[in-house]
């Protein structure tokens, strides 16, 4: 399977800690893309991050990259109890069919107020 | 505005049926996909169309026939549904970046519809 892995599948924490949730993939890649999902509706996209970049800011949300290890990871600062929801990685495959994501298995954040 | 919208929300049928979802997306994308999340929230993709062109075919049953009357609708069609095709189905939209400086690679989801089969 092409699938990505998340870890860890759940993850709670205190409203202020801050969340960290890792993504591996096993193609080379284009971009990787993370987008949250609240339960009962879709998925909405957080931010992206291009092969050739190593770390991204957007608000509270910071990611990395690391090619080399076919990883990355979405650090959430300072949670806040509507950050709870599923987190998913999408790798955007190079070489692969035009606009096809492959995506992660999700982690579950629940944060406690 | 709803971007991306899908009907029905909720679908519950019997196994054997044939039962139609519907998708339309406002944001003038030309590219849209079907996805299906089962219950382990393992979301695959299934088709996709690039101005009303079967551009992805993934390894679904023929039972699944998607159509694309226009780029701005993307329907499914599931014949003989089987306890197995349970799961919320997703449509999606994306931009293929003409014209477009930035975002172009970002999907937009739909709100899902649910499909039980009895």
């Known amino acids: 399977s092409q699938q990505g892995e998340e870890d860890p599948q759940a993850l709670s924490i205190q409203e202020g800690e801050n969340a960290t949730m890792n993504c591996s993939y096993k193609?080379?890649?284009?971009?990787l893309q993370w987008y949250r999902q609240n339960s009962g509706r879709g998925l909405v996209h957080l931010i992206l991050?291009?092969?050739?970049?190593r770390e991204k800011h957007s608000g509270r949300l910071r990611v990395t990259l690391d090619t080399s290890k076919k990883s990355s990871s979405l650090l959430i600062t300072a949670s806040r109890a509507a950050d709870t929801a599923s987190y998913f990685c999408?790798?955007?495959?190079?070489?692969?069919?035009?606009?096809?994501?492959?995506f992660g298995t999700g982690t579950l954040l629940a944060v406690q107020p | 505005d709803t971007a991306v919208s899908q009907t029905p929300k909720y679908l519950v049928t019997q196994m054997g049926n044939d039962k139609s979802i519907k998708c339309e997306q406002n944001?003038?994308?030309?590219?849209m996909y079907w996805y299906k999340q089962d219950s382990k929230k393992f979301l695959k993709i299934m088709f996709s169309y690039n101005n009303k062109e079967l551009i992805i075919n993934e390894t679904v049953p023929n039972r699944f026939s998607p159509k694309s009357p226009d780029k701005a609708h993307l329907n499914l069609h599931i014949n003989s549904l089987e306890l197995g095709d349970s799961a919320v189905y997703f449509c999606?939209?994306?931009?293929?970046?003409?014209?477009?400086?930035?975002?172009?690679?970002?999907?937009?989801f739909g709100p899902g519809t649910r499909l039980t089969v009895l």
């Open positions: 944001l003038g994308h030309d590219t």
């Open positions: 999606a939209s994306r931009s293929n970046g003409q014209g477009v400086k930035v975002g172009y690679n970002e999907q937009f």
């Open positions: 999408a790798t955007d495959p190079y070489g692969g069919a035009t606009n096809k994501l492959i």
């Open positions: 193609t080379s890649i284009n971009n």
């Open positions: 991050i291009r092969s050739n970049e």
